[in-house]
């Protein structure tokens, strides 16, 4: 088996794939289609494409999705009650505020408030629709479709023969079987406690990296919102979280910065097959059984999550 490298743009970062497979060849197709998945994933979720199928349902506020997207939102669904609305899909008029780099006065974020709430989202998986049932409210994936994208992009490796990969998207990483001879895939991740984890079959997540906060005023926000105020979390909010896909890890990773150290640590430790380390400011906290999944010959890195 050789090692193959390959890098694209998609979703707005940086996507690395690395596989082992027998020849150039097969290699290269199998690293196309995985490519081409993500892309796919993008054109039906992405909220910055006016004509995608999420602008879309956003637009009628009902529709029948494909199953690709009915999963996701799903998946979306679950995670937002299992964490108490920390995750929430219906962020879009939030997320729009704060695109146009501003904090909202009191009226207009009372106006966003009134539009954000995942319970207003309703699905009906016998007919495959979804629908949003109050006007004005509006879907965004932005924190659960990359690591989604990642972990199909995984599925479509496997299915041409490739099993041993890793697909990174911007830091959420989905992991398949381990290099030949290895026990895990190595990720370096950065922070107070940098290591090394060592990782098969896994999704992995880093959410609140500094490049994508912004600042106004002089104070810093991460382009994470909390879900109860609709405003940007103070810099310093950060998460690794080690799951058993990349979807679910990117959706917590989100989750557990909303909910800080304590209480991000609690519900991670909720759910099952997942690990996290959590860090607000100077203040950390991690699961039970993160510690367990860094490699013993580690080495501190000060590089953010990657995997090698
Ligand atoms: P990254 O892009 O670094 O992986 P995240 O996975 O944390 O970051 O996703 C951040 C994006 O998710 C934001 O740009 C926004 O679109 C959306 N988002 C922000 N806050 C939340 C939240 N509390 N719940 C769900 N989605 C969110
Ligand atoms: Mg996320």
Known sequence: MLRFHFAQGHMGSPCRIVLYAPDAHSAQAAAAAAFAEIA??????????????????????????????????????????????????????????????????????????????????????????????????????????????????????????????????????????????????RVSIGGKGSGILLLRNRGVATSGDAEKSLEIGGVRYSHILDPRTGVGLPGGAQAIVVAPNATLADALATAVCVLGPEAGRTTAASIPGVEARVRAGEWEAETAGFAALLAEDAESLPTPASGR
Do not use: C, Q
């Open 40 to 185: 796919a994933i993008d054109a039906s979720m992405s909220d910055w494409k006016a004509g995608s199928e999420l602008s879309r349902l956003n637009e009628s506020r009902e529709a029948l999705v494909s199953d690709r997207l009915f999963e996701v939102l799903s998946i979306a669904l679950r995670i937002a009650e299992g964490t108490g609305g920390a995750y929430d899909p219906t962020l879009g008029a939030a997320v729009e505020a704060w695109r146009e780099a501003r904090i909202p006065g009191e009226e207009e974020r009372k106006e966003i408030l009134s539009k954000v709430g995942w319970r207003h989202l309703r699905l009906d998986p016998a007919k495959r629709r979804a629908r949003i049932e109050k006007p004005g409210v509006r879907l965004d994936l932005g924190g659960i479709a990359k690591g989604y994208a990642a972990d199909r992009a995984l599925a479509a490796l496997a299915r041409r023969g490739v099993r041993s990969a890793l697909v990174d998207l911007g830091g959420d990483l989905s992991l398949g079987d381990p290099p030949p001879g290895a026990e895990g895939w």
